[in-house]
């Protein structure tokens, strides 16, 4: 198994700027690319970003591309996410995600499909205030 723990939520200002981290354990080289997605009170769960762990392609959802900048550390197994112009509809629960080499050989979902992610976090709240 691989578990996933995030860090670095909190609460800021709008317009401000927050770091994610996001440190994976456990039987790690299963692991093809981490990433997050998000969840805001009463609404359905959004793809933020993802990160290919080798090579780094990254990709991100329209609402937080140029804003926010993905990467990684293989060698330390930790995914960031700064979050940059952070704006009041960013708050959410963002949850770290890793989607296994398995899932990536034997499936088809696009990047932003939940059902991509073999492993997810238990979230870390992010809350910006206007």
């Known amino acids: 198994q691989v578990q996933l723990i995030e860090s670095g939520g909190g609460l800021v200002t709008a317009g401000g700027s927050l770091r994610l981290s996001c440190a994976a354990s456990g039987r790690t080289f299963r692991l093809y690319a981490m990433g997050w997605f998000r969840q805001a009170p009463g609404k359905e769960r959004e793809f933020v970003s993802r990160?290919?762990?080798?090579?780094?392609?990254?990709y991100y959802g329209d609402l937080v591309k140029g804003r926010f900048t993905i990467s990684r550390d293989n060698a330390q197994n930790t995914v960031s996410l700064q979050m940059n112009s952070l704006k009041p509809e960013d708050t959410a629960v963002y949850y770290c995600?890793?989607?296994?080499?398995?899932?990536?050989?034997?499936?088809?979902?696009?990047?932003?499909?939940?059902?991509?992610?073999?492993?997810w976090g238990q979230g870390t709240q992010v809350t910006v205030s206007s």
């Open positions: 990160i290919n762990l080798s090579p780094g392609n990254t």
């Open positions: 995600v890793g989607e296994s080499l398995r899932t990536y050989t034997s499936t088809d979902y696009a990047n932003g499909d939940s059902r991509r992610y073999d492993y």
